[in-house]
C-alpha cells in the first residue's frame, strides 16, 4: 500500500510540474503579446526628426523621417525573400548635412540587378531606426571584394561607410528608386514560440498522467496463478 501511495504522490507531483510550466508559458505568452503590440504602435506612430543623440535601446523601432543625400558606393546584404529568391538589402550612406551622415536600408534588390542600382543625389526617407542582433559565431565574415555582408552589422558597416552607428530601415523613398523595393521594419521576426511550448507541457502533462494511471493499475490488479 506504501508503494502504490509513493508511486501516487510521484504521478501527481510530475503532472503538477508539468501543468506549472504550462501555465509559466502560458503567461510568458500574455508577456510576449504585450510587447509585441507596444513595438507594432511604435512602429506605425507617425514619423518624427532624427534624435541627435539616438540611442539603441530608447529609440529602436522610432519612427523618423529625414531629408539628405544619398552618397552611392553602398553595402549589399545577403538575404532570401519568400517567393522571390536571392537578393541583397542595399545599404546606403546617408548625408544630411553638418558634418553628419547615417546608415540608410533602402530596401530590396533582385541578385542580378547587384551593382547596376547606386542611387545618388537628394531624397526624403522615412522609416523606423533599428540595431539589428543579426551577427554571431556562425556569421561569414564579409567578402569586401564583391561586396557582400552575410549580415546587418551595424557598427562595422558604419566603419566602412564613415558614418555615425545609426540605420534607418526605409519605409518610404521619395523620390522612389526603381529596381529597389523597401523592407520596412515588422514584428514578423520576433519569436514568440509560447503558445507552442504551453501546448507541449500540457500534453506532456496529460501522458504522464496516462501513463501513471496505466502503470498503478498494473500494480495494483490481482496476479494470476499458472
Known sequence: MRRILFLLIVALGGAAVLVALGVWQVQRLAWKEGVIADIQARIAADPVPLPDTPDP???????????????????DVLISQKQVGAGYRMIAPLNLGGGR?????????????????NPTGPVTLSGNLQWPQEVD????DPDLGANIWFARDVPAMAQMLHTDPVLLVVRRMDPAVGGITPLP?????????????????????????????LFLRRRRAPKTES
Open 185 to 213: 521594419v515588422d514584428t514578423a521576426r520576433i519569436p514568440n514560440d509560447h503558445l507552442q511550448y504551453a501546448i507541449t507541457w500540457f500534453s506532456l502533462a496529460a501522458i504522464w498522467l496516462a501513463m501513471s494511471a
Open 57 to 75: 535601446v530608447r529609440d529602436a523601432y522610432l519612427p523618423v523621417a529625414v531629408q539628405g543625400t544619398l552618397m552611392g558606393d553602398g553595402i
Open 101 to 117: 551622415s547615417i546608415l540608410a536600408d533602402l530596401g530590396f534588390v533582385l541578385s542580378e540587378a547587384k551593382g547596376t542600382i
Open 137 to 140: 559565431s556562425f556569421t561569414p
